[in-house]
Nanobody
Framework: QVHLVESGGGLVQAGGSLRLSCTAS????????MGWFRQAPGKEREFVTS????????LYADSVKGRFAISRDNAKNTVYLQMNSLKPEDTAVYYC?????????????????WGQGTQVTVSS
């Protein structure tokens, strides 16, 4: 079992930045690949970005490429999502999730554990 807690969401103006954090209480965090997903009202949950357990490989959705950056600090059991140049369409609840290596990074069903989500609202 991996317990994930997100933080760092909030209200920001378009063009601004936010950094989300997701912390796990288990040391096994370092063995899991991590991902960020988001869900806007009335829409399905969508993939944002992922990172392997070593931090060596990252993937991004086209909609955030060049603006968002994922990173992790295994010593702190934490994965980060740096979001720059935010747009109103980035408004959503953001979730971090953990999956075992070998499963598909962009598919929500591949993830075994999820955080409770943190709201990000970008005003125009």
């Amino acid at each position: 079992q991996v317990h994930l807690v997100e933080s760092g969401g909030g209200l920001v103006q378009a063009g601004g930045s936010l950094r989300l954090s997701c912390t796990a209480s288990e040391r096994t965090f370092s063995t899991y690949n991590m991902g960020w997903f988001r869900q806007a009202p009335g829409k399905e949950r969508e993939f944002v970005t992922s990172i392997t357990y070593t931090g060596s490989v990252t993937l991004y959705a086209d909609s955030v490429k060049g603006r968002f950056a994922i990173s992790r600090d295994n010593a702190k059991n934490t994965v980060y999502l740096q979001m720059n140049s935010l747009k109103p369409e980035d408004t959503a609840v953001y979730y971090c999730a953990a999956r075992r290596p070998g499963s598909a990074a962009r598919i929500a069903g591949s993830y075994d554990y999820w955080g409770q989500g943190t709201q990000v609202t970008v005003s125009s």
